[in-house]
């Protein structure tokens, strides 16, 4: 959950529910239950969020995770004196959301016959996982927004030097015009894995609508991000090409 915030951009201002701890034991989280509880917290507001809950409240209390949690909401607190609510991030990299693409590849995946795991329907929700994976762990800022938000595309995207695509399988006409502008302006575009087979509302399109981009190199793109997260190699290309 908090990994996946990481992408969050400030004045979208989430408000993540976040682990409050196990029923019985954490297992092999025994050690790390201090981060994995109060440490989210901190990492939520550090990425975006406008601030952090907890389920379930009595889970605090049954895993003596309470007494963290209230010193790290005195440490954001202090963050807060100190600037945090009204800093920014560098525009770095915008990685680009698609929530219509989720929706219409789960909808493919689920009347499919072809029982692949790589084409399941969670195939686009790893991909975007490993790509947010991927750049917070190498600390490498950078910006949320939602491809189906067309009018801030179109005003916020030139400002950013490098744009991420995780799983564009279903993209609208406007939304590649925006991104056409912004590479325009010199913004280095990276696609990864679909190449927009469908548009805004499923309709598959005769043509991938960014078939001809990876055909001429107009854009970078990565086949396999979900492998590619596994393979150092493939990964070091992935991350150079952002940094």
Same mark, same amino acid.
């Given at each position: ?11 979208? +201002? ?21 981060? !994995? ?9 550090? /990425?975006?969020?406008?601030?952090? +809950?907890?389920?379930? /409240? ?13 010193? $790290? #909401?005195?440490?954001?607190? /202090? ?8 800093? !920014?991030?560098?525009?770095? !990299?915008?990685?680009? /959301? ?7 590849? %789960? ?7 072809? $029982? ?22 190498? +600390? ?26 995780? #799983?564009?399988? +279903?993209?609208?006409?406007?939304? $590649? ?32 609508? #960014? ?13 396999? !991000?979900?492998?590619? #997260? ?9 991350? %150079?090409?952002?940094?």
């Amino acid at each position: 959950c908090v990994k996946l915030l990481a992408a969050a951009a400030r004045p979208n +201002s989430a408000l993540p529910i976040l682990k409050a701890g196990e029923w019985s034991n954490w297992a092999n989280l025994e050690r790390w239950r201090n981060i !994995v509880t109060a440490g989210s917290a901190l990492a939520a507001v550090m /990425h975006g969020a406008g601030g952090a +809950s907890f389920y379930r /409240h009595n889970y605090l209390d049954i895993n003596k995770n309470a007494d963290w949690v209230k010193d $790290v #909401f005195k440490l954001i607190a /202090h963050l807060d004196r100190l600037g945090l609510r009204q800093s !920014v991030e560098p525009r770095n !990299v915008a990685v680009l /959301h698609s929530r219509a693409s989720e929706d219409f590849w %789960q909808l493919r995946a689920n009347m499919s016959d072809d $029982v692949d795991p790589l084409n399941a329907g969670i195939r686009r929700y790893a991909t975007q996982k490993a790509v947010e994976e991927l750049l917070l762990r190498k +600390s490498i800022p950078n910006t949320f927004f939602y491809l189906e938000k067309e009018d801030e595309l179109e005003t916020e995207l030139a400002k950013y030097p490098v744009i991420i695509l995780p #799983f564009p399988y +279903s993209v609208s006409d406007r939304a $590649v015009q925006a991104i056409e502008k912004a590479m325009e302006a010199g913004s280095q575009v990276i696609i990864c894995d679909r190449l927009g087979e469908t548009n805004e509302l499923g309709t598959p399109r005769k043509k991938p609508i #960014f078939n001809d981009w990876k055909r001429d190199g107009k854009a970078i793109f990565v086949d396999d !991000v979900i492998g590619t #997260f596994w393979r150092p190699k493939t990964s070091k290309t992935f991350l %150079q090409t952002v940094q």
